[in-house]
């Protein structure tokens, strides 16, 4: 066997070995971030979610910890600074302090699959199916303009039962499958990280785990 046929085998290893583990860093972080600033788990998690659109992991983080302390501080919401929509930030506030109900006020199919796979990541209901995943269906890469079209061609519960039908047939859990091709795309087209800078045999090569008090706020 070549080194390059090896190294592609090590690296589809690593994001398979990355993406089983995924959703569970990620309710360890939320965890974390919950108890180092003494918030409820479900509503860190909510405000986590609902910062998320068009947010990138560090970026939600960072918006996340603005928002506790922005909370915590007795802050009026729009004098927090986050990395995304002033929409979102206005709904992860009401969220965070129990205003309101995160499920029963967001209808987007995403943003719900996503606080279910961090909240309960064992959940075998739930898949997050964002752009990546949209591209991934499609088979190319795409914006997000093009990405709509797909969904519009084909609904979001339908693109996400077929992803979790084959999660069933490769025993795994759909959030699961669905990180390990989060992973996979975003190593072979070198998004937000480069694939030569990956530390890809570490225990948690993407970053998932975040200490809070090293999370700085915006």
Not at 97 to 118: C, Q, S, V
Request: glycine letters at 6%; proline letters at 5%; hydrophobic letters at 35%.
């Amino acid at each position: 066997m070549t080194r390059g046929c090896l190294c592609r085998q090590r690296k589809r290893r690593s994001d398979r070995r990355a993406g089983i583990e995924a959703y569970q860093k990620y309710h360890e972080c939320l965890r974390g971030i919950s108890s180092h600033y003494q918030t409820g788990f479900c509503q860190t998690v909510a405000a986590f979610a609902a910062l998320s659109p068009n947010n990138d992991y560090t970026g939600n983080l960072r918006s996340l910890v603005s928002l506790i302390q922005g909370v915590q501080a007795g802050l009026p919401v729009d004098q927090v600074t986050i990395s995304t929509y002033k929409a979102c930030r206005n709904r992860a506030y009401n969220f965070l302090t129990g205003e309101k109900d995160f499920l029963m006020e967001t209808r987007g199919p995403k943003t719900r699959a996503f606080y279910h796979n961090i909240l309960r990541p064992e959940d075998p209901r739930h898949i997050t199916i964002d752009g990546h995943m949209y591209g991934i269906y499609a088979g190319e890469r795409m914006t997000m303009v093009e990405a709509i079209r797909v969904v519009r061609g084909s609904s979001y519960e339908k693109i996400a039962q077929e992803f979790i039908q084959v999660a069933r047939r490769n025993k795994l859990l759909p959030n699961q499958l669905q990180a390990i091709l989060w992973f996979t795309w975003k190593r072979i087209h070198t998004v937000v990280y480069h694939a030569a800078q990956l530390p890809l045999f570490g225990s948690d090569p993407w970053g998932l785990i975040v200490p809070p008090e090293q999370i700085k706020p915006f």
